[in-house]
């Protein structure tokens, strides 16, 4: 049975994809079986996994929307729509010029089989839950039916929060979504942890770290592992490589394998208290 960890957060340039790209490398380099998938319509996390980009047309028909467009309520076969990527151990279902459309295809099965239009891709995944010991879905920084149906499924959510007010927002209409959905239906949705990106030694830094440690609601959530920003992952973004590949020994890197080390650690604890 594998696990889904959501990376989420209502706002763009936190860090999503370069967390996500990261950790599917870290998970697979210790054996895991990784399932990403790109639900963001930048494909960003697609380029990064495969070196395909998202005006090549690669996946064209074989991607996130198809998956979506050929759903079955009953046993589906999801073997069109994962592929294979550069790194060994992991896998992709991508996003492509067409993910724009998955949307209003969302609202499309709500009116077919009256259900919630967030709740597909839960019975999409459950096809590969025996498959794969993590599954990680990166979303768009949007609150849309594509991130509530990434956040409905998780099993932990992940949020990057970069050291700045806008951020910090992203942070809280994030926890409402989440609440939204809890409330909703009744489910509980956990948050793994937050995990502070680009980090600096700046006073802005100081004062976003203080926020989370001074609250009695987020303190617990904050991971003592921040993601420092370093020239690594922009050029890593450019060889479409895993920064935890592309520069082992850069901070960046580091960091990540870090926090890695941080998650299991969580997971550890959370699987021991259960």
């Known amino acids: 049975m594998s696990l889904i960890l959501t990376t989420a957060i209502e706002k763009g340039g936190t860090g999503k994809t370069t967390t996500v790209v990261n950790l599917a490398a870290l998970m697979a380099a210790e054996g895991k079986r990784v399932l990403v998938v790109d639900m963001d319509q930048q494909a960003n996390t697609t380029y990064m996994l495969t070196q395909h980009k998202k005006a090549e047309n690669f996946y064209k028909g074989r991607g996130l929307v ?7 309520l009953g046993d589906m076969d999801l073997t069109p729509y994962i592929h294979p990527t550069t790194i060994e151990g992991v896998d992709v279902i991508p996003s492509t010029a067409q993910t724009p459309r998955a949307v209003h295809q969302l609202d499309l099965l709500a009116d077919e089989y009256k259900m919630k239009n967030y709740t597909f891709l839960i019975h999409c995944l459950a096809n590969v839950n025996d498959d794969y010991d993590f599954i990680v879905i990166d979303t768009p920084p949007a609150r849309d039916n594509l991130t509530m149906s990434a956040l409905f499924c998780a099993d932990e959510v992940l949020i990057p929060v970069r050291c700045d007010n806008f951020s910090l927002d992203g942070f809280e209409t994030t926890l409402a979504m989440i609440l939204d959905l809890e409330t909703r239906e009744d489910v509980k949705i956990d ?23 001074e609250n009695p609601e987020y303190a617990s959530v ?31 890197s580091v960091d990540y394998m870090q926090l890695w080390n941080e998650i299991k650690q969580r997971l550890a604890k959370k699987e021991a208290d259960e």
């Open 66 to 72: 198809n998956l979506f467009m050929n759903f079955d």
């Open 191 to 213: 948050v793994l942890g937050v995990v502070l990106t680009q980090v600096e030694r700046t006073a802005a830094v100081h004062l976003v770290r203080q926020m989370f440690e």
């Open 222 to 252: 904050l991971f003592k592992t921040g993601i420092r920003k370093g020239s690594a992952v922009p050029e890593s973004t450019i060889a479409a490589v895993p920064v935890v590949r592309y520069a082992k020994k850069s901070n960046p």
